[in-house]
């Protein structure tokens, strides 16, 4: 199994052991697949913005990247493939992968002499962070802070990268009555938080969680959900069919929300249909920062997966072990986000995304040092 989903869990060595290279600590990161997306995101951040300052620090990531490296450099190194290929399918990710990707062509037309790449990567990088780390301090945003508009999705432009999952949580927790049984497939931080959220607001529900043998999903949820204080009951992934008539919600996660389709724990697509024929609401309880950008969706790789549904098949033994399908976007009833229930269309509509730059095939930059 992966590691722990805490964020001590996401690049950073144990004590005792010694301090990791940028390479290794993005390596590390990358192998932990039950870290929630946004978190994934916080600590490459944290990790890239310390090799960048030159630190060496305890926690890991220290600094081996060039000083005064070129854009040409910083495409060749290419610390963040090993990111990239474990969760770039993953929105919050890919948005942030794509943001990056687009700085040296966002740099070569905006920028004039006096700042370097590094500079240019540090200030977008501590934007992935503001929000965050405002948050975490226990800081109020000030009435000027920029952190309250909305992200135009541009390089270096002000607002908040990552949704408030708190925000989101709430916003769920509204639609949800006192008494009513909710079922609930497949692991999701985000209605993790929802359920916590509604439970301590006093709408005590009845909470239907399913489990798949192979990735142990449904027990991570219900020890975040016990350890709030929510009773749940935990079935079968199989058996929540058997549960749907007497629901009063199906909720769903996802990890990636693309123009035609979302990406779902699979058999959710089943259930979504079972429910629309029983005159069942369902939601898909997400945040924007799950937009794809392009609105394009990407197949997780297989990786562990395999392992967990058959170490060593046979010969003759084809394994079939996708965790995730796509489901068309009109099939459950509403997306609750952080801004309350809505379309999927409406998402996009008012949502922008971030658009891919030239970054790993533009060579006209060559070895400029771009600046401001």
């Not at 948050?135 to 607002?159: I, K, R, Y």
């Not at 990268?161 to 497949?186: C, F, I, M, N, S």
């Not at 005159?279 to 562990?304: F, H, Q, W």
């Not at 999927?344 to 070895?367: E, I, K, N, Q």
Request: hydrophobic share 40%; aromatic share 4%; net charge negative.
């Amino acid at each position: 199994m992966a590691a722990d989903p805490s964020p001590e869990s996401t690049g950073m060595h144990t004590s005792g052991e010694p301090p990791l290279t940028l390479e290794g600590a993005l390596r590390r990161l990358a192998a932990d697949r039950t870290a929630p997306a946004a978190e994934v995101v916080r600590a490459g951040s944290r990790l890239l913005l310390k090799a960048l300052s030159g630190c060496d620090r305890d926690d890991g990531g220290g600094a081996d990247l060039p000083t005064d490296f070129t854009w040409r450099e910083w495409l060749e190194l290419d610390p963040l493939a090993p990111l990239a290929a474990a969760h770039g399918w993953r929105g919050p990710v890919a948005r942030w992968l794509t943001t990056l990707e687009a700085l040296p062509g966002w740099a070569r037309e905006h920028l004039a002499p006096g700042v370097t790449p590094g500079e240019v990567l540090a200030e977008e990088l501590g934007l992935w962070l503001d929000g965050f780390d405002m948050v975490a301090s226990g800081s109020e945003p000030s009435p000027g802070d920029d952190q309250g508009q909305t992200w135009s999705a541009e390089p270096l432009a002000p607002g908040r990268r990552l949704a408030d999952r708190e925000v989101a949580a709430r916003q769920t927790g509204r639609h949800l009555a006192p008494g009513e049984r909710v079922l609930v497939h497949g692991y999701s931080h985000t209605l993790a938080g929802a359920l916590v959220a509604a439970w301590e607001a006093g709408r005590e529900v009845e909470v239907v969680l399913s489990e798949s043998p192979a990735n142990l999903g449904g027990r991570r949820q219900a020890l975040k959900l016990v350890q709030a204080g929510l009773p749940v009951r935990l079935t079968w992934d199989l058996a929540l069919h058997d549960e749907l008539p007497a629901a009063d919600w199906l909720l769903v996660g996802t990890e990636a929300v693309g123009a035609a389709a979302f990406l779902a724990p699979r058999g959710s697509r089943s259930l979504l249909e079972a429910a629309r024929r029983l005159g069942i609401p369902s939601a898909v309880v997400t945040t924007t920062d799950k937009l794809m950008p392009g609105g394009e969706l990407r197949s997780p790789a297989a990786g562990e997966e395999s392992d967990l549904l058959w170490e060593l098949p046979p010969e003759g033994v084809t394994l079939d072990c996708g965790a995730w399908e796509e489901v068309p976007l009109d099939l459950p009833t509403t997306f609750i986000t952080e801004h309350g229930a809505s379309t999927a269309v409406d998402l996009f509509v008012r949502t922008p995304v971030p658009t891919s730059g030239t970054a790993r095939t533009d060579t006209t930059m060559s070895d400029t040092t771009l600046t401001r």
